[in-house]
């Protein structure tokens, strides 16, 4: 659904029909317009109906009997679609009028002249277009408008490769040799070095400099590109300016960045730059980021989507850009490349192709570039995927492909140049296949024809990209053997210059992004850890009832009126306040300070459990309202995005949101906790170790409700101690007194207000961390799980741990329960109905809200009151092998270690809870009441 201020920015107003249109009407408000067919033309095509099929299948079928393919492995039979005999058309010499069939006049003119073009002229002219070195794909779109703007572009305006200039064709040698050049020069100098180089796809390089010029000559200020480890290096210092010395520095064991930041770096092909590149003809450089990735192919690709939409809205809140008068797309583009496999094979591509036209997540249209080897790692194609093209995924979004044979560097940047008029046209995805071959194995100390002795006899045998297209161009005499020697022997003496200059080199930090400025490195003394967050009663008042105003002549559901009187009274009273109540106030009190609030997932407008209600739906008109946006007048906007039913590609195209702009609370919520182990590969590759081996922060917040509540194995358990294994909270007790700053913060809280605190410390820090908080289910309603407005007022902040409320008497204690989450309500409300009170008055529950960085000194400071008891107790309702207590229980040791030095006694934490289990929670009700009871029992078992 398109709610709030994004609908705004990312679809002109005019063309915006209903809240559930999908298609943004961006065709309609596009200038380009096709011409229609006149009355003479239309009769034409009824008229020659067997030459419109003849041409219509050349169109549809062409690209099953195109040359795309360099080594010649593609095993095609005759394409009886493409024989004119097949429609009765035998007469190479007769004469047809083709006006109305195929398109012949230049763009923009609209003639009715006739022109009768024999059989043999129009079969030569369309396999030219559909059955040579490109081939297309674009037929199976369902819509017309976009099958005939190709046909006509194709038709009336074809390029030949004659139309590039000298100085086009000269760059296009430059990039070419250089790469092959630098390859074999990493060859000779680290033979051992796996370089995962591009030799054999060389192509790929003009490739990306032909989309960067038309981009840049579009008015595109900034590309957000993803790609794999295949042929990075080439580009990084062929064409991205990355220094050779800086790559010389790092293979020999150097540091990426400086060596006093802490970071532990990364592999070389990994590595990254962000340069402006300056072409003729742009008016203005376009900037080029290259995203750290992961080796987890195609993991990059939501969070470059992510990043490229979070930076096209903050060009636009920041420039002051009339949203009216501005598409998706026009100032910020995503490419990503692919490797054939992994495009084919990961399922994260398709969730991401999924997202591509989806409201809250459209980022105008990526180009995307199949850098195809027609093997990965050892596997051919027949093992890798069950359909013809590895491009054929795109298809479920109708994405238009151009298949390219990759040893033509000037068929490739005429796809390219087709590719991107469709993308800037249309602002939808397009798909580049880009079909080489990879000179080596996998890397270069692999032995290919162990598996593949055919595929690399021939490569063997053939000469290189680059060194055809040289003698291409030494026979066009652009170039002389001499100038093409010197080039290469040049480039060679320069990589030879920074290969001297290699052990010297010294790591300069990054440039920090402008967005960035004033936030702090996590680990800088000057990081404000534990910042002011209470909200002066007012605010908190005019941001509640916000939260809940419903315009006049707004019909919401029947049911949701309790919702609104129940918050309305809760603010009035300043008691009662629920979870939802207090999640509304942090975002309208983060919002009225300037920050936005973007909530991501599935159904999140609503919330899984009906507790959110954020946005309204008016029953008759089905009509969308976010109130926090309609009645609170701030800068800051709050976007609800109900998602697709994804969790790789959403966590990651928010996880790229939160590395664009830290003024932004990004959270990703999962319908279930354990649900997020779809997108486990985000949280392993990104969230938890980006910090340390990028350098990358992140206030990406995860919320995963968590509770054992007899839902069964998979709805009840967030897997939190996956979480606290990620993360590198230290063991031992602070000897300074300051607790540790680890790569993400996990926590547990238990009322409202624990929560309010969390989410407005997110922004009020000034260094950003990722949080993962184990949300509420059962406590979203609970009376006993509530909170006053009072515990949100300024004075108030998130307490790491928190002491038994209804202990008076420490000394009497004797056993003291840690825990964590919601079995607090149960163990309280099981020891108030003890009969014996003396039995209730001796334990003590305290609860750990923070379980990392682990609260060292807080606990210890509420722990010092009960030394007079006789044991200490963590319990869980979690198996024994799950949730928190192997992350807590070195860590209770310590403090109780610190307590014993002191008092002279010796404890060590027991654990008391479910024993292990292969399952969260058994799905059999009676298995599930007979372990809680006993969860609850073992509290109070030998008071």
């Not at 990703?668 to 170790?689: H, K, L, M, P």
Request: with cysteine; glycine share 6%.
């Amino acid at each position: 659904m398109i709610t709030g201020w994004m609908s705004k920015i990312f679809i002109r107003r005019r063309c915006v029909r209903s809240y559930h249109d999908h298609s943004y009407g961006y065709r309609e408000a596009r200038k380009f317009s096709l011409p229609d067919y006149s009355h003479t033309q239309l009769q034409n095509r009824i008229t020659n109906a067997p030459l419109l099929r003849y041409v219509d299948s050349l169109r549809t079928h062409g690209h099953r009997a195109a040359r795309i393919d360099p080594l010649d492995l593609l095993q095609r039979e005759e394409v009886a679609a493409l024989d004119p005999s097949r429609y009765g058309l035998t007469e190479p010499d007769q004469k047809y009028d083709v006006n109305g069939i195929i398109w012949t006049n230049p763009v923009g003119v609209d003639t009715e002249q006739r022109e009768d073009w024999s059989l043999k002229d129009i079969t030569s002219h369309l396999r030219s277009i559909y059955v040579g070195r490109i081939a297309y794909e674009y037929m199976h779109s369902p819509s017309k408008t976009e099958r005939l703007w190709f046909s006509h572009l194709l038709e009336s305006q074809s390029l030949s490769p004659s139309q590039h200039s000298k100085q086009d064709k000269e760059r296009i040698h430059g990039l070419l040799v250089n790469s092959e050049t630098f390859d074999q020069f990493l060859q000779l100098k680290f033979p051992n070095l796996k370089r995962y180089g591009l030799e054999g796809g060389e192509s790929m390089l003009p490739a990306l400099d032909a989309l960067f010029r038309v981009a840049a000559e579009a008015g595109v200020e900034h590309v957000l590109l993803g790609m794999p480890h295949r042929g990075r290096l080439n580009l990084l210092t062929g064409l991205l300016q990355y220094p050779p010395q800086a790559l010389f520095h790092k293979i020999k064991g150097g540091f990426e960045v400086p060596e006093e930041l802490g970071a532990s770096g990364d592999v070389i092909s990994h590595l990254v730059s962000s340069p402006y590149l300056k072409y003729e003809g742009a008016s203005q450089p376009i900037k080029v980021s290259l995203l750290p990735n992961p080796s987890h192919l195609e993991a990059v690709n939501p969070v470059a989507l992510g990043k490229t939409r979070a930076k096209q809205f903050s060009l636009l809140k920041t420039l002051s850009i009339d949203p009216s008068e501005c598409f998706p797309g026009d100032k910020v583009m995503c490419v990503q490349l692919h490797g054939d496999s992994s495009f084919t094979g990961q399922g994260v591509v398709m969730e991401g192709l999924s997202l591509s036209n989806l409201p809250h997540y459209t980022v105008g249209g990526s180009v995307h570039i199949v850098v195809n080897n027609s093997i990965g790692y050892t596997t051919p194609a027949s093992g890798s995927r069950s359909s013809l093209y590895c491009s054929d995924i795109g298809k479920m979004i109708n994405a238009p492909v151009l298949h390219v044979n990759g040893d033509y560097p000037e068929d490739v940047a005429r796809a390219i140049d087709v590719a991107f008029k469709y993308r800037n046209y249309f602002r939808k995805d397009v798909i580049i296949d880009l079909i080489v071959y990879r000179r080596w194995g996998h890397n270069e100390l692999d032995e290919p024809a162990f598996t593949q002795p055919l595929m690399y006899e021939k490569i063997r045998s053939r000469r290189s990209v680059p060194s055809l297209y040289e003698e291409q161009l030494i026979n066009e005499d652009i170039l002389t053997p001499e100038s093409a020697s010197s080039l290469r022997s040049s480039y060679k003496a320069y990589l030879n210059e920074e290969l001297s200059k290699a052990e010297s080199y010294t790591p300069k930090p990054s440039m920090i992004e402008k967005q960035w400025k004033g936030l702090v490195w996590p680990a800088s003394p000057d990081a404000i850890r534990d910042p002011e967050t209470g909200i002066d009663n007012n605010v908190l008042k005019n941001v509640g009832k916000a939260s809940t105003t419903v315009p006049e002549g707004f019909e919401i559901h029947s049911r949701l009126h309790r919702h609104v009187n129940s918050r309305n009274k809760s603010i009035e009273t300043g008691k009662n306040v629920d979870w939802a109540t207090a999640e509304a106030l942090a975002f309208g009190s983060l919002m009225l300070e300037g920050y936005d609030v973007r909530i991501s997932g599935q159904d999140v407008g609503r919330g899984t459990f009906s507790q959110r209600h954020a946005m309204l739906v008016d029953q008759r008109t089905e009509k969308v309202i976010v109130p926090l946006n309609a009645a609170l007048d701030t800068e800051g906007r709050l976007e609800l995005a109900n998602s697709s039913l994804s969790e790789m590609a959403v966590l990651g195209f928010e996880y790229g949101v939160s590395w664009e702009k830290p003024t932004i609370l990004p959270i990703w919520e999962a319908q279930f906790g354990d649900f997020f182990n779809g997108a486990q590969v985000i949280i392993d590759t990104f969230i938890s170790s980006a910090e340390t081996k990028w350098l990358k922060q992140s206030g990406i917040v995860l919320l995963l409700p968590h509770g054992l509540d007899g839902a069964g194995p998979e709805h009840s358990s967030s897997r939190f101690e996956r979480m606290l294994q990620l993360t590198n909270d230290r063991y031992s007790y602070p000897k300074d007194g300051v607790e540790a700053n680890p790569n993400m913060h996990v926590v547990f809280p238990t009322t409202p207000a624990q929560y309010f605190h969390l989410l407005r410390r997110q922004m009020k820090r000034n260094y950003r961390k990722p949080l993962i908080v184990a949300g509420p289910k059962a406590l979203l309603r609970l009376p006993a799980a509530s909170s006053t407005l009072v515990d949100m007022e300024p004075g108030t902040k998130f307490s790491p741990v928190l002491a038994d409320p209804f202990i008076t008497s420490k000394d009497k204690v004797e056993r003291v329960v840690l825990l964590t989450g919601k079995v607090y309500y149960d163990l309280i409300k099981a020891r108030e109905a003890l009969p014996d009170r003396s039995i209730a008055e001796r334990v003590a529950f305290i609860r750990i809200e923070e379980l990392c960085p682990f609260p060292f000194v807080n606990l210890r400071q509420i722990l010092e009151g009960y030394s007079q008891a006789k044991a200490f107790v963590w319990l869980q309702e979690e198996p024994k092998n799950q949730g928190a207590y192997t992350h807590v229980a070195p860590r209770i040791n310590e403090v109780l270690k610190k307590l014993g030095s002191e008092s002279g006694k010796r404890w060590e934490v027991e654990y008391r809870g479910r024993k292990e289990d292969s399952v969260p929670a058994p799905g059999i009700a009676k298995i599930y009441s007979s372990q809680q009871k006993r969860v609850i029992e073992d509290a109070f078992k030998g008071l």
